[in-house]
């Protein structure tokens, strides 16, 4: 039996599917501004993506800088869980930075910081707040084990932060790197053999 209720404008029909169409949106439009940045992806492309109106998308969120914001700050924080999630495994910690590098180098994306960079004037600054403290959880999750290894004496002590961000950002070379066609196991090696030089106990 139909119900009586009247649909609120923009609201999307419910259909059986296999993921509701707010976490469907955020999933394509994150895929689609990862890969391709901000000024390239339209709400009606991720809209056409996802198989639902643009109306529906306006339904969940206020507009493309919202979208953004969600969908990257659901990045940030798909990678915090898949960091940690190596992280704690039972290896020597150059053994889980090549993991972690390897996880990272995979991933299918553009330059982040790139990304970031072409969004930011469309962006409040209460989204770039949100969307930076997304990116420092996986620092501090660095951090965290670093420091572990610092006291256990497997590395040098150094700023656990500073050497997390460091870390991060030899990464996002690597990520250009991966663009010219370099396989991403080697590389990931190739990073952490380059890293783990300046932390090695001397």
């Known amino acids: 039996m139909k119900s009586n209720t009247p649909r609120m404008p923009g609201r999307?029909?419910?259909?059986?599917?296999?993921?509701?169409v707010q976490e469907t949106v955020l999933f394509t439009a994150s895929r689609l501004f990862m890969e391709l940045g901000y000024e390239a992806v339209s709400l009606q492309q991720i809209a056409k993506a996802c198989g639902v109106t643009k109306a529906s998308i306006y339904y969940y969120f206020d507009g493309k800088p919202q979208l953004f914001t969600a969908s990257v700050s659901a990045v940030l924080e798909r990678a915090r869980t898949s960091t940690s999630q190596i992280l704690?495994?039972?290896?020597?910690?150059?053994?889980?930075l090549i993991k972690v590098s390897e996880a990272k180098l995979a991933r299918s994306h553009g330059d982040f910081e790139t990304i970031l960079r072409e969004a930011r004037s469309s962006l409040s600054q209460k989204q770039l707040d949100e969307i930076t403290s997304k990116e420092e959880m996986i620092h501090d999750c660095l951090a965290e084990h670093l420091i572990k290894a610092m006291d256990a004496g497997e590395i040098r002590r150094t700023d656990p932060l500073l050497t997390a961000h460091a870390f991060s950002a030899v990464l996002m070379l690597g990520i250009r790197e991966i663009a010219k066609g370099t396989p991403a196991d080697k590389l990931a090696r190739d990073i952490v053999d380059l890293f783990w030089d300046g932390l090695s106990i001397r």
């Open 12 to 20: 999307p029909k419910r259909q059986d599917q296999d993921m509701p």
């Open 88 to 96: 704690v495994q039972p290896l020597p910690l150059r053994e889980r």
